[in-house]
C-alpha cells in the first residue's frame, strides 16, 4: 500500500505530475511506423446502421461503454488484437491509446481515398478484437465512418502504416463510475479522456480516514476494489510515463454515473514535434446542439475533408456545413473483422453482461467444379480477354451464379482462395478481371 502525502483541505489539487492543459497543435509520435491491415465494423457488412453505436461506441471490451458522438475522440475509435505489440507492451491491452492510421494503397488491400493528403486518422483504442488474430496481429478494425475518412467501404480492407501518438481530448480527465456500493463496498471505475500517452498504470483510492489504497485493473480499462474506503473518496492516477495526478473528494456515494476533473486537470502531452511527412493536426472538438440529429452529430461523410490535417472524423471539416447532409450508404461491403465485446470474469461481483453479437455474414460458397466447357468461357457482359491464342486467360467468369464479378471485387473477396483458384475454365482463377489479376500470354 502506497502512502501519499496527505490533505487538509477540500477542493481538487494534483501533485508530483500536475500540468495545464495543453493545446496540441501537433500530433507527437511515440513509435515508429509500423506495417499493418485495417477493416471496418459497425457498417452494411455487420447487418449494422454505422451511424448507429455498435461494439467499440457501445460497449467494447475496454470499459468505456457508450461513446457520444459529437464528444472526444467522435467515433474515431478502433479495435487492437490481444496479440498486438502494443497491447501486449502497454497496460490494459492499450485501451485509451491513440494511433496514427495512414492508408497504403496496393493489392490485396483495398484503394485509400484518392487525394493522398486525406489518408490519415488518429484514433484511440477501445475494444479488443478478438476475430482479427488471425490473419496478424497488426490488424486494427476500425469504426465503419472513421475508416470511410480514408478508404471507401468498397474495398474491405486496406494497408495501413500505423504509429503511437498523444492523446488530445480538448477537456479534464473524466472519472466513470461503473459500479458503486457504498462504503467498504466494491468499487469499479473507468478513467476516460485521458491525455498525453492515454496509458493508466495505476489508480489508488483513499477515504478520510484511511491510507491510499491500490485498485486492480481486472479487465480492458476498467479498476476496482472489492473493500472501497469510506466515501467520499480521493483517487491518484500514475500514466506509463510515471506522471502522477491526485483529485481530492473525486468520488462520491451518491449514485452518480461518472465525475469531471475541473479544467487544467490533465497529464502532459509531450513536447511539439516538428510536423513529419503527411501532417501533424490541429485537432478541434465539433460542436453541435443536437446530438439526436445524425446530421449535426455524426462524423463529416457527405465528403472528404478540406483540410489536409484532419485526423478526426469530427474535426477541421474544412468548408463543409456544421450540419451536412449525409450520403445513402453505399452497396455492401466485405465482412471486417468484428469484435465481441468480451468482458473477463473477475473475484469480485460479475460485471455487466454485454449483449450477444449478430451472426456474421457467410462467404459466397465455392460449388462444385464445373466441367471444363469445349471452348473458353466468355467475360461476363463481354468477349474473353487477352491476345490471341490466349482467350479466356483473363476472364471475369465468376465462381458461382449468386454474385457478380464486380459484386465480389467489391465484397473484398479477391484475395479468397475459392477466388483465385486457377481452372481450365478461368486460368487466372475467378474474376481474373474485376480482380485485376490478368497476365498476357504470348499465343
Not at 481538487?12 to 500530433?27: K, N, P, T, Y
Not at 473518496?233 to 500514466?239: A, F, G, K, S, Y
Not at 454485454?354 to 462467404?363: F, I, K
Not at 479468397?416 to 497476365?439: E, H, K, N, T, W
Request: with cysteine; net charge negative.
Amino acid at each position: 500500500m502506497m502512502r501519499l502525502p496527505g490533505h487538509g483541505h477540500c477542493g481538487w489539487a494534483a501533485i508530483l505530475g500536475l500540468v495545464i492543459l495543453q493545446s496540441a497543435d501537433a500530433l507527437v509520435p511515440l513509435s515508429d511506423w509500423v506495417d499493418g491491415l485495417a477493416t471496418y465494423y459497425g457498417g452494411k457488412a455487420d447487418g449494422m446502421d454505422p451511424y448507429s453505436p455498435s461494439y467499440g461506441t457501445a460497449d467494447g471490451a475496454c470499459g468505456y461503454g457508450y461513446i457520444k458522438k459529437n464528444e472526444w475522440p467522435y467515433w474515431s475509435v478502433g479495435a487492437m488484437t490481444p496479440g498486438n505489440r502494443f497491447a501486449k507492451a502497454g497496460p490494459a491491452h492499450a485501451c485509451g491509446e491513440c494511433f496514427e492510421i495512414w492508408c497504403q494503397d496496393g493489392s490485396p488491400g483495398g484503394n485509400c481515398n484518392p487525394d493522398p493528403n486525406q489518408r490519415r486518422v488518429t484514433v484511440m483504442i477501445s475494444d479488443v478484437c478478438q476475430p482479427c488474430s488471425p490473419p496478424g496481429d497488426d490488424h486494427i478494425d476500425l469504426q465503419a465512418l472513421t475508416f470511410l475518412k480514408i478508404a471507401p467501404w468498397s474495398g474491405g480492407q486496406i494497408y495501413i502504416k500505423y504509429r503511437r501518438v498523444d492523446c488530445t481530448p480538448p477537456g479534464s480527465i473524466r472519472i466513470e463510475l461503473m459500479n458503486v456500493n457504498g462504503d467498504y463496498g466494491w468499487l469499479r471505475l473507468t478513467a476516460q479522456e485521458v491525455g498525453g500517452t492515454g496509458s493508466i498504470t495505476a489508480i489508488q483510492v483513499k477515504g478520510p480516514e484511511s491510507d491510499w489504497e491500490g485498485m486492480d485493473n481486472k479487465w480492458g480499462a476498467a479498476w476496482e476494489i472489492v473493500h472501497a474506503p469510506t466515501y467520499p473518496l480521493d483517487i491518484h492516477l500514475t500514466n506509463d510515463q510515471g506522471q502522477e495526478l491526485t483529485a481530492y473528494q473525486a468520488i462520491n456515494a451518491n449514485g452518480s454515473t461518472s465525475s469531471n476533473l475541473p479544467p487544467g486537470i490533465q497529464f502532459a502531452v509531450h513536447s511539439t514535434a516538428a510536423p513529419g511527412p503527411g501532417g501533424q493536426p490541429r485537432v478541434t472538438a465539433y460542436s453541435s446542439d443536437d446530438e439526436d440529429n445524425p446530421a449535426c452529430s455524426d462524423p463529416s461523410v457527405a465528403a472528404f475533408s478540406n483540410d489536409a490535417n484532419a485526423q478526426t472524423p469530427q474535426s477541421s471539416n474544412g468548408n463543409l456545413p456544421a450540419c451536412p447532409k449525409l450520403l445513402s450508404p453505399p452497396p455492401p461491403p466485405a465482412m471486417p473483422g468484428t469484435q465481441p465485446a468480451q468482458m473477463p470474469a473477475t473475484a469480485s461481483p460479475a460485471p455487466p453482461v454485454s449483449p450477444s453479437l449478430p451472426a456474421l455474414p457467410a462467404s459466397p460458397v465455392l460449388p462444385a467444379q464445373p466441367a471444363a466447357p469445349a471452348s473458353p468461357a466468355l467475360a461476363q457482359g463481354g468477349s474473353p480477354g487477352g491476345p490471341p491464342g490466349c482467350q479466356g486467360y483473363c476472364s471475369d467468369l465468376a465462381p458461382d451464379t449468386q454474385y457478380t464479378c464486380a459484386e465480389q471485387a467489391q465484397f473484398g473477396k479477391c484475395v479468397q482462395p475459392f477466388i483465385m483458384q486457377p481452372s481450365a475454365a478461368a486460368p487466372q482463377g475467378y474474376c481474373a478481371l474485376s480482380c485485376q489479376r490478368c497476365v498476357l500470354c504470348s499465343g
